[in-house]
């Protein structure tokens, strides 16, 4: 879709999409969405109330999609295991890819994903909304996948993995600079080939013994 042919108000949330990641919400004014967007503050009153409300439509309209594609992928893992072992793999596949694949369907919005994982106070509402329920579900087929696991090592593993993929999406311009090229994030199935694998072994690991 051209510039011309976007509506006003895909205007307004691609230009707070572009702000937000490059400076967060704390310096982004509406003021600079207006100019950026090439609109009139009434316009984004009228379709969103508020900057509040803006920067949760921001987020809202790529996290529902990513979360719900996650479940499907998850869902789909779990019917092809049928009643036996669920593979670890696949788990951290459907957890990882979505995100991973807004750095070539998305790429504006990576930087602001990268902030929602490193600075969750700002968008606290949509976490709880959004990633919250479906961390129930991820924790229930890690329990499956990982059965020798208690959960507060599967609690502490996930959040290294979000760390690792957070990395990816926040700094992936550092991957490239220090590999002088060879390791490109925006090569998506290179870098799930390279990340799952070392999530997966993480988890492998044994469990550490109290001191």
């Known amino acids: ?14 230009a707070a999409e572009v702000l937000l990641g490059e ?4 310096e982004t004014s509406l ?3 207006t100019t950026a ?3 009139n503050l009434a316009a984004v009153n009228y379709h969103f109330q508020s900057k509040e409300a803006l920067f949760r439509a921001v987020i809202e309209r790529r996290v529902a999609p990513m979360q719900k594609r996650r479940i499907e992928l998850l869902d789909a893992a779990v019917r092809e295991a049928g009643g036996g072992p669920l593979d670890l793999a696949r788990v951290i596949e459907a957890f990882i890819l979505p995100p991973l694949e ?10 602001l994903m990268g902030r929602m994982y ?6 606290k509402e949509i976490i709880e909304k959004h990633m919250l329920p479906y961390k129930e579900i991820l924790m229930g087929a890690l329990r499956r996948a990982c ?16 760390g690792a993929m957070a990395h990816i999406m926040a700094g992936g311009h550092l991957v490239q600079m ?34």
Request: charged share 25%; with cysteine.
């Open 102 to 111: 807004m750095i070539v369907t998305a790429p504006r919005f990576v930087p």
């Open 31 to 33: 003021r600079d969405i």
């Open 1 to 14: 879709m051209t510039e011309e042919a976007k509506s006003t108000k895909d205007r307004i949330l691609d």
């Open 147 to 162: 059965p020798g696991l208690s959960d507060e090592a599967i609690i502490w593993r996930l959040h290294f993995s979000i």
């Open 23 to 26: 400076v967060g919400p704390g």
């Open 118 to 123: 490193t600075e969750p106070q700002f968008v």
């Open 178 to 211: 220090s590999s002088e090229g060879r390791c490109n994030p925006g090569d998506l199935e290179a870098t799930r080939r390279q990340l799952i694998p070392f999530i997966v072994a993480g988890y492998r690991a044994p469990e550490p013994k109290e001191s």
């Open 37 to 39: 967007a090439g609109v």
